[in-house]
Structure formats: structure tokens, C-alpha cells
């Protein structure tokens, strides 16, 4: 029903940027709270950032807090993720999701990605030192 299509993958020096997006297709996107996840070689999908459906709340893992920006542009079905001073334990594929839940419970659980409906391939990000 929805499809996700992740892009600004790439490879970057430590302390370099990149911004990554996603676009969603297939509903209404203002009614998608959207994520994103990563994961890095040998380890298990980890969450990185969310935000609220119109973009009034965001979340960040602890781990980017202060160097990543999540936002969204409801006009342009597209939800980014800005990296900055990135470091090399940043590498991973990067996926974006979308959640299609509402309320408390929902809110809560937005670390989870057992809360989201559905998911896009990756990107690849790498950093070298």
C-alpha cells in the first residue's frame, strides 16, 4: 500500500555530511509518522530518528542526538535525514519507515520498529576514517 524509495547514500570522510531522503508513494503521507533505522555490519537494525506525522515531534537515538536532523516536507511526500560530523560507527544501511498508528500507544512505542507498517530497501552509508 505504501512504498518507501531511500536515496544520498554514499561514502564520506569522518566528520563529513550527507542527507539522506525518502519518499513515500501509495497514501495520503501527512497521515505517516515516519522513522529511521540502521543497520551496521555483524548487528541488529537499531532506531535513529522519528517524527510525528505534520512534524511537530522528533525522537533521536542517543548515539546521533545533536549531529542528526530528521525532518519532512508534507508537500513533497519526503521525509530526510541530515547527518552531520559523521563518524565511522555511522556506517550502516540506512532505512526509512513508515508508521500508520495513532495515539498514546503508538506515540510510545515510535522507538520500536514493530510499530512501523512498512519499510524501504537502504541506503548504504559509509565513513571511513
Known amino acids: 500500500q505504501v512504498q518507501l524509495v531511500e536515496s544520498g547514500g554514499g561514502l564520506v570522510q569522518a566528520g563529513g555530511s550527507l542527507r539522506l531522503s525518502c519518499v513515500a508513494s501509495?497514501?495520503?503521507?501527512?497521515?505517516?509518522?515516519m522513522g529511521w533505522f540502521r543497520q551496521a555490519p555483524g548487528k541488529e537494525r537499531v532506531f535513529v530518528a522519528a517524527?510525528?506525522?505534520?512534524?511537530?515531534?522528533?525522537l533521536y537515538a542517543d548515539s546521533v542526538k545533536g549531529r542528526f536532523t530528521i525532518s519532512r516536507d508534507n508537500a513533497k511526500n519526503t521525509v530526510y535525514l541530515q547527518m552531520s560530523s559523521l563518524k565511522p560507527e555511522d556506517t550502516a544501511v540506512y532505512y526509512c519507515?513508515?508508521?500508520?498508528?495513532?495515539?498514546?500507544?503508538?506515540?510510545?512505542?515510535?522507538?520500536?520498529?514493530?510499530?512501523?507498517?512498512?519499510w524501504g530497501q537502504g541506503t548504504q552509508v559509509t565513513v571511513s576514517s
Open positions: 519507515a513508515a508508521a500508520s498508528c495513532s495515539g498514546l500507544g503508538c506515540f510510545v512505542l515510535r522507538e520500536r520498529d514493530v510499530v512501523y507498517d512498512y
Open positions: 501509495g497514501r495520503t503521507f501527512s497521515n505517516l509518522g
Open positions: 517524527i510525528s506525522k505534520i512534524g511537530a515531534s522528533t
